[in-house]
T-cell receptor, first 112, second 116 residues
Framework: GQQVMQIPQYQHVQEGEDFTTYCNSS?????IQWYKQRPGGHPVFLIQ?????EVKKQKRLTFQFGEAKKNSSLHITATQTTDVGTYFC????????????FGSGTQLTVLP | EAGVAQSPRYKIIEKRQSVAFWCNPI?????LYWYQQILGQGPKLLIQ????????DSQLPKDRFSAERLKGVDSTLKIQPAKLEDSAVYLC??????????????FGPGTRLTVL
């Protein structure tokens, strides 16, 4: 079945440092979504990428979809303590039933 | 707009007992999902409904798990009998349209199940 690999599994940064998480698939993806889950909370949708090479920004967050639509990244500039949580990518592969396959997530800790 | 509601929020049972979870999706949302999230992992889809019909239950352990969505609104997920490895958070999510892969999924707060 569809597998989505996400790295790193954990990341500790000092407040103000940048952070990046990567998502990779062995198959072409029709689209990719990113979710954030705060400790003890539930996943909350951040953004969706659909087009090859697409780049979207939300304030300090930059999301990219690879040219081959097999990888994606989330970059946070100048992290804040409010960025703490686990970031998941979730993908639907081309031609499959319309189910999301979540990556294993990157747990971000921001040290004040 | 009210979000996805789930109950109970927490449940502790002994192995071999039965348990049921309830989900009320966002009003008007056609598609409903049940996910299992084991600690330290991403959510894994168990079953997907469109209105009251099952679209995908390929990862549902059907020997012990069952789910229904009568009248295409609320849904229940049951485990009978529970095993230790069923300890997880069970998340319900909904999305507005039928078979729309680009739809955002809205998650409920989840039910944390502990099997002793």
């Amino acid at each position: 079945g569809q597998q989505v690999m996400q790295i790193p599994q954990y990341q500790h940064v000092q407040e103000g440092e940048d952070f990046t998480t990567y998502c990779n698939s062995s198959t072409t993806l029709s689209n990719i979504q990113w979710y954030k889950q705060r400790p003890g909370g539930h996943p909350v949708f951040l953004i969706q990428l659909v087009k090859s090479g697409e780049v979207k920004k939300q304030k300090r967050l930059t999301f990219q979809f690879g040219e081959a639509k097999k990888n994606s990244s989330l970059h946070i500039t100048a992290t804040q303590t409010t960025d703490v949580g686990t970031y998941f990518c979730a993908a639907i592969s081309s031609g499959s039933a319309r189910q999301l396959t979540f990556g294993s997530g990157t747990q971000l800790t921001v040290l004040p | 707009e009210a979000g996805v509601a789930q109950s109970p929020r927490y449940k502790i049972i002994e192995k071999r007992q039965s348990v049921a979870f309830w989900c009320n999706p966002i009003s008007g949302h056609a598609t409903l999902y049940w996910y299992q999230q084991i600690l330290g992992q991403g959510p894994k889809l168990l079953i997907q409904f469109q209105n009251n019909g099952v679209v995908d239950d390929s990862q549902l352990p059907k020997d012990r798990f069952s789910a229904e969505r009568l009248k295409g609104v609320d849904s229940t997920l049951k485990i009978q009998p529970a095993k230790l490895e069923d300890s997880a958070v069970y998340l319900c999510a909904s999305s507005p349209r039928l078979a729309a892969s680009t739809d955002t999924q809205y998650f409920g707060p989840g039910t944390r199940l502990t099997v002793l």
